[in-house]
């Protein structure tokens, strides 16, 4: 089953997925996560009925080559928080993401940052999601380089 999904729906499910399957986990639960995905290991999020009685499962991956500073779970935790914050607040108001994706839609990526500064080095994290995997959604934590968000902080100042 090829994945048909959009990107409302995708945003949806990883702001829920993220809150309640990793933020609100145990602290020793959420770290053991973050220890996987840092090892370049796929989590494991979820597996989601769908209307044709399938199965969907959702995976999360993470890609932190662009992050800057050192990289630990309470830099992590601190970036998804920021993230899942900023993509409910889409879902919330009903709104249209702004979407990049590939020909045939099979790779998304949202303009939905999450910048923050940890230990005065700026950094970025956007979402990304994987749908080209039959019967799997791969949502990808994605570090990207924070410069281009950094002339649109200047010119919004």
Same mark, same amino acid.
């Given at each position: 089953?090829?994945? +048909?999904?959009?990107?409302?729906?995708?945003?949806?499910?990883?702001?829920?997925?993220?809150?309640?399957?990793?933020?609100?986990?145990?602290?020793?639960?959420?770290?053991? $996560?973050?220890?996987?995905?840092?090892?370049?290991?796929?989590?494991?999020?979820?597996?989601?009925?769908?209307?044709?009685?399938?199965?969907?499962?959702?995976?999360?991956?993470?890609?932190? +080559?662009?992050?800057?500073?050192?990289?630990?779970?309470?830099?992590?935790?601190? +970036?998804?928080?920021?993230?899942?914050?900023?993509?409910?607040?889409?879902?919330?108001?009903?709104?249209?993401?702004?979407?990049?994706?590939?020909?045939?839609?099979? +790779?998304?990526?949202?303009?939905?940052?999450?910048?923050? $500064?940890?230990?005065?080095?700026?950094?970025?994290?956007?979402?990304?999601?994987?749908?080209?995997?039959?019967?799997?959604?791969?949502?990808?934590?994605?570090?990207?380089?924070?410069?281009? $968000?950094?002339?649109?902080?200047?010119?919004?100042?």
């Amino acid at each position: 089953m090829k994945v +048909q999904m959009n990107a409302p729906s995708v945003l949806a499910i990883a702001a829920t997925l993220f809150k309640t399957g990793i933020l609100d986990a145990g602290r020793t639960e959420a770290k053991r $996560y973050f220890r996987e995905l840092e090892a370049g290991r796929e989590l494991i999020l979820s597996d989601m009925a769908m209307p044709d009685k399938s199965t969907l499962r959702i995976k999360l991956q993470l890609m932190p +080559q662009e992050f800057r500073g050192n990289l630990n779970f309470s830099a992590f935790k601190e +970036q998804l928080l920021y993230l899942t914050t900023e993509l409910a607040k889409i879902v919330n108001a009903k709104s249209e993401p702004l979407v990049m994706s590939d020909d045939d839609g099979g +790779q998304l990526l949202f303009n939905i940052p999450a910048i923050t $500064y940890i230990d005065g080095v700026l950094n970025a994290l956007v979402l990304g999601a994987d749908l080209r995997r039959p019967g799997t959604l791969v949502l990808q934590l994605m570090f990207i380089d924070p410069e281009q $968000y950094r002339s649109a902080e200047i010119k919004t100042a």
